[in-house]
């Protein structure tokens, strides 16, 4: 079998071994550049802004692989546009590269609302945009608590911590602005609860109990013929009242009677169930 290799002389052996080495080695380097794609490349095209129907039909178009890598949501961008390519734009790769992509999400993701009651505005504000929320409409309301979150709402309804909410959501919050300065006790006496109530409400001021005389079945048409505190003190010195505070009403189905001068009186009705109030 191997008579052909030991009836040669040695020399003519080693030198058949140099030239079939080179041979192969020569081969081997010959075909690098076909199994590497050697100077076959490409410039990968811009993709970003595009849709992602549109990236994939230019990617392909072009012999790219296309791989949605990561997914990310901004609703000032357009549902599944590309937000990141990799490679860059422009970049020069080997041909039937893989184009990794990052897109905008086509819906927003859902998350938890955290809870803000009681941050300062600035915090809440700092924690909403961390959430990936937006701070909406803000409100102020009479409360020892200045500047501090009492509620936090979304569509107009108070919103609890950990309910779901999608991402981008307006959040809008109530917040506390202080009790303020003191100002006279406003007359209600001879007003309709829902005309007290609105001017209460305008001026700051809660409602607290509201008491209705036997027979009262709307209390937003009886008339006050009470509250609580009245207006003046015994000695008839004047009350002063902060925002923030409340004050306690009771309605009549009779109207008071109420002089121009904002003096009144009860209706005989009323006169042996309600107690004495100083002249208004």
Avoid: C
């Avoid at 422009?90 to 998350?111: C, D, F, G, M, Q």
């Avoid at 924690?127 to 979150?149: E, I, Q, R, S």
């Avoid at 027979?215 to 013929?225: E, K, L, R």
């Amino acid at each position: 079998m191997f008579r052909f290799i030991t009836r040669r002389p040695l020399w003519v052996n080693i030198l058949a071994g140099i030239i079939l080495a080179l041979a192969v080695f020569s081969m081997v380097i010959l075909s690098l550049g076909w199994l590497t794609h050697h100077n076959d490349a490409q410039t990968v095209p811009p993709l970003l802004g595009k849709t992602l129907a549109q990236a994939e039909k230019i990617l392909t178009d072009a012999g790219f692989e296309v791989v949605v890598q990561d997914s990310i949501f901004n609703d000032t961008l357009k549902p599944l546009q590309v937000v990141r390519q990799v490679p860059d734009e422009y970049e020069v790769v080997k041909s039937n590269r893989t184009v990794y992509l990052t897109i905008n999400r086509a819906a927003p993701p859902l998350i938890e609302m955290p809870n803000i009651i009681g941050y300062s505005l600035r915090s809440a504000e700092f924690t909403l945009t961390n959430m990936g929320l937006k701070l909406g409409d803000t409100t102020f309301k009479p409360d020892f608590a200045k500047n501090t979150v009492l509620e936090q709402l979304y569509n107009g309804v108070a919103i609890q911590p950990g309910a779901k909410i999608r991402q981008g959501a307006r959040i809008d919050l109530i917040i506390g602005s202080g009790l303020g300065t003191s100002f006279l006790v406003p007359r209600l006496v001879g007003l309709t609860y829902a005309e007290a109530k609105a001017l209460l409400e305008g001026k700051g001021l809660g409602v607290g109990s509201v008491i209705p005389e036997a027979g009262v079945a709307d209390t937003a048409s009886a008339f006050v013929y009470r509250q609580n505190p009245d207006r003046f003190d015994a000695e008839g010195n004047a009350r002063s009242i902060r925002p923030g505070q409340i004050v306690d009403v009771w309605l009549s189905l009779e109207r008071p009677v109420v002089d121009s001068t904002g003096s009144g009186t009860l209706p005989d009705s009323l006169q042996q169930e309600s107690p004495d109030t100083p002249a208004e």
